[in-house]
């Protein structure tokens, strides 16, 4: 496969389905998936591409994955700081946001919520892909590739797209695109075509062009007739005639390949290799990415902004986790009302209500961000692989958003719990037990979190987490001795903070107190 593209084109790559478009245009952008062999040369301004074409082109991807409660204008400035960093001051960060809104069609819902699939008022299917540009142009790259941009589209939302793709091409973008079987109005549209058969190239040109190359050799496109639809069609395999296919198509192939068009094709790929600047070109964008991305504290600081904006904007789940967690205090502190006190028949007690302070503070939090990261991964890898910021960033941004509650809900456990169970009446006990409680629970979140990120999928997480949780609670020491566990397995208590746990809370309970009340009978 070779070909050129040069500024302010509109390029459609063209094929049936296993012709190798995706695969083509992932291979332009430098961004094969890993294991991915590319031979040949790929340039730039006569430079082999590297990891600079992450800033120097924009990658729409076909399906748009964003945080669904931000609004689009919210969006727009969160992709602006981390995509341009420090280098605009906001008043140009709103300038800039503003003129892409007007650009792309966004203006009248700026302030729309993205949504996700089920909510009320959410973006259309064109709209989310019109912000997917938007997003793509705060960088303004040179470059754009856009897979499969039109479908899942109406006519008239394609169009429509198709035209704002037009616009940023007059002014200068050099645009890629993969199209699957576009109508006849979006063929003409497209400046060039490149037509793919079994990863070859069966035409490059003008779209009027392709048409009279396969007339020319005996493909006429009958009248009436979707001139797209009849490109791809006669390249396609055809059912029971696969190897008549083939060899129909691989002769249009090397038709192509010593016809004019193709010769055309290869001068100009040889003026643009002669008129390209080569001296500072691969150097001066690595300047670019060393200074796009700001200061480790500065891209976490707005992860950070987005993940808080995301939880206050779903209180639902965190009010139904604090009544939860409130009603499961008042029915657990009841049951050890009357039953707390320094005798013999006490102390199961007080160690079952410390139990039950552990306990919920560490199995209810670990299972409930078991869903966090299968939910986000998607999006993480995308921002991530894009360069706009480092996996430690997004873990610390996720876990300050979850603090909060992180704090709250084990201190109104802890409260309800220890009063209503009458547990030692000292400010000391009451601040040391709510302090371990809180540890607990931050350490559980993080388990879980780690459980989630290891796994692909929550069913696979919590099937391993769940004979974890067992250790933990067997090595907590409420159950058995655990000097009386067999030699060999001895040191697993000292992985388990539900051991820990208990014994500081035991301490806090039972300092001091050098005798109980025996009854008798």
């Excluded at 941009?149 to 002014?171: F, I, K, M």
């Excluded at 206050?312 to 789940?317: D, F, G, I």
């Excluded at 028949?345 to 961000?369: C, D, H, K, R, W």
């Amino acid at each position: 496969v070779s070909g050129a593209v040069t500024p302010g084109s509109l390029i459609a790559l063209m094929g049936s389905s296993g012709a190798g478009k995706s695969t083509l245009m992932a291979a332009l952008a430098y961004r094969t998936p890993p294991g991915t062999v590319v031979q040949g040369e790929i340039l730039i301004n006569g430079n082999p591409i590297g990891p600079y074409m992450y800033r120097l082109s924009g990658f729409v991807h076909q399906d748009d994955l964003f945080v669904g409660t931000l609004t689009v204008s919210e969006h727009l400035h969160f992709m602006a700081k981390l995509k341009l960093g420090r280098r605009t001051a906001p008043p140009s960060d709103q300038e800039l946001v503003r003129e892409l809104l007007e650009r792309t069609g966004l203006g009248r819902c700026a302030r729309t919520r993205i949504g996700e699939v089920g909510e009320g008022k959410m973006l259309s299917g064109g709209e989310k892909k019109r912000l997917a540009f938007a997003t793509e142009l705060l960088s303004e790259p040179a470059l754009l590739f856009c897979d499969e941009p039109t479908t899942g589209l109406d006519s008239y939302n394609a169009q429509a797209l198709v035209a704002t793709l037009q616009q940023l091409a007059r002014r200068g973008t050099a645009i890629i695109c993969t199209i699957h079987q576009p109508s006849s109005q979006l063929f003409s549209m497209f400046d060039q075509v490149m037509l793919l058969a079994d990863g070859r190239v069966a035409f490059a040109g003008k779209p009027n062009d392709a048409l009279q190359f396969f007339a020319k050799h005996g493909y006429d496109c009958p009248p009436n007739y979707n001139p797209a639809e009849f490109l791809i069609s006669t390249l396609a395999s055809s059912p029971g005639l696969e190897k008549a296919s083939q060899r129909s198509t691989h002769r249009l192939c090397d038709l192509y390949a010593v016809s004019e068009a193709a010769g055309q094709r290869d001068v100009l790929i040889n003026l643009e290799l002669h008129m390209a600047e080569t001296g500072d070109f691969r150097r001066t964008d690595e300047q670019h990415l060393a200074t796009a991305t700001g200061p480790w504290p500065y891209a976490t600081f707005w992860l950070t902004y987005r993940a808080l904006l995301t939880v206050v904007r779903n209180p639902t789940v965190q009010y139904l986790r604090f009544c939860q967690k409130i009603a499961i205090a008042i029915m657990a502190g009841l049951c050890f009302a009357g039953a707390i006190e320094p005798t013999q028949l006490g102390v199961q007690a007080i160690q079952g209500a410390l139990f039950i302070l552990i306990s919920e503070n560490t199995f209810t939090p670990m299972y409930s961000v078991l869903s966090v990261f299968p939910e986000t991964f998607p999006l993480f890898m995308r921002e991530t692989k894009n360069g706009l910021y480092r996996p430690s960033q997004y873990y610390v941004a996720n876990v300050i958003a979850m603090l909060p509650g992180l704090i709250l809900e084990p201190v109104a456990f802890v409260l309800v719990v220890y009063w209503l169970a009458g547990l030692r009446s000292t400010f000391y006990a009451f601040a040391m037990t709510t302090l371990v409680a809180t540890l607990v629970m931050n350490v559980s979140t993080a388990c879980g979190c780690f459980f989630s990120a290891a796994f692909n999928s929550m069913p696979l997480a919590m099937a391993y987490l769940v004979p974890f949780d067992y250790i933990l609670m067997i090595t907590s020491g409420v159950f058995i001795h655990l000097g009386t566990m067999p030699i060999a397995i001895r040191w697993l208590p000292y992985l388990s903070w539900m051991m820990y746990a208990n014994e500081a809370m035991s301490i806090v309970q039972w300092d001091g107190i050098s005798n109980i009340t025996c009854p008798i009978g």
